[in-house]
Every structure is written in structure tokens, then in C-alpha cells.
Nanobody
């Protein structure tokens, strides 16, 4: 059973940075790709960034130029570098396979506040 464990969230001021990590079991990201999602209070979960098995990346318009998705196949770990954070980036961030999602992990809370 694939397990996903997100970490790296926290409280940060606007303009600050955070680096999220997603640890997975089962060598899944190199095969299925990986994506980061977030769920803001009172809103539906949305796709933030993705990296396909071949390495192609895509970003939501709201985070382009600020967020960078990457992965380490050897460690089966994915990352989301978040820079120039804004209030509206606040939410719980989740990772999952890009193709054929599996059960969600617990997510990691990101709060952007002054």
C-alpha cells in the first residue's frame, strides 16, 4: 500500500519561503509522476504543480514563477519550493501521484500571515 507523508509546512510571513517534502513508498513518482495540491479554508482542493514521469512540469497560474516542483527518484521523494509566499497561499498542502491517485496523506499546513 502506497503511503504519502508530507512535511515542511509552517507559519511564514508574506514574501517568505518554505520547502515542502513528500515521502512516498514504492518507487511511484518516477513511474506515475507527482503533483502537489492545496486546500484553502472553505475551498476545494486544487492542483498547484505537477511533474510528469518524463520530467515535464506544470503550474497553476497563481503560483507560476514562485513555486518549483522537483523530485528525487532515488529517494522517492518530491519537493515543492515555495518563494514569495502570499496570504492566498495559505492552506493544507498534499502530494499524490499525478496519474492514478492513491489515498491522500495527512497533508502539511502552510500559513502565510503577518
Amino acid at each position: 500500500q502506497v503511503q504519502l507523508v508530507e512535511s515542511g509546512g509552517g507559519l511564514v510571513q508574506p514574501g517568505g519561503s518554505l520547502r515542502l517534502s513528500c515521502a512516498a513508498s514504492g518507487n511511484i513518482f518516477s513511474i506515475y509522476g507527482m503533483a502537489w495540491y492545496r486546500q484553502a479554508p472553505g475551498k476545494q482542493r486544487e492542483l498547484v504543480a505537477s511533474i510528469a514521469s518524463g520530467g515535464r512540469t506544470n503550474y497553476a497560474d497563481s503560483v507560476k514563477g514562485r513555486f518549483t516542483i522537483s523530485r528525487d527518484n532515488a529517494k522517492d521523494t518530491g519537493y515543492l519550493q515555495m518563494n514569495s509566499l502570499k496570504f492566498e497561499d495559505t492552506g493544507v498542502y498534499y502530494c499524490n501521484r499525478l496519474i492514478s491517485r492513491v489515498a491522500w496523506g495527512q497533508g502539511t499546513q502552510v500559513t502565510v500571515s503577518s
